[in-house]
């Protein structure tokens, strides 16, 4: 069974970096996309980046432009949010998803000072 197990979520400052990871089980990544999601408390789920099945191509939302990265090792079977100048707004929970349509269970980030 496809499984993703979400991890690098934590507590930063404003300003600061995180690396997310996604990692997959239970089926081969190569031919697939994955996609970033997160919520904020209160707030629908919000699309935040994709990558395509080779990684060749990539989207992000407007608000993460040019400071988020999305990367993928179909060897490891992990994809990769890196995050950085963080802001307070960034805060929420953070999912991965499978093209297949499955989800993850989710990492926590909270920026705050």
């Known amino acids: 069974q496809l499984q993703l197990v979400e991890s690098g979520g934590g507590l930063v400052q404003p300003g600061g970096s995180l690396r997310l990871s996604c990692a997959i089980s239970g089926f081969t990544l190569d031919y697939y996309g994955i996609g970033w999601f997160r919520q904020a408390p209160g707030k629908e789920r919000e699309a935040v980046s994709c990558i395509s099945s080779s990684g060749g191509s990539t989207t992000y939302a407007d608000s993460v432009k040019g400071r988020f990265t999305i990367s993928r090792d179909n060897a490891k079977n992990t994809v990769y949010l890196q995050m950085t100048s963080l802001k307070p707004e960034d805060t929420a929970v953070y999912y991965c998803?499978?093209?297949?349509?499955?989800w993850g269970q989710g990492t926590q980030v909270i920026v705050s000072s």
């Open positions: 998803n499978h093209q297949l349509g499955y």
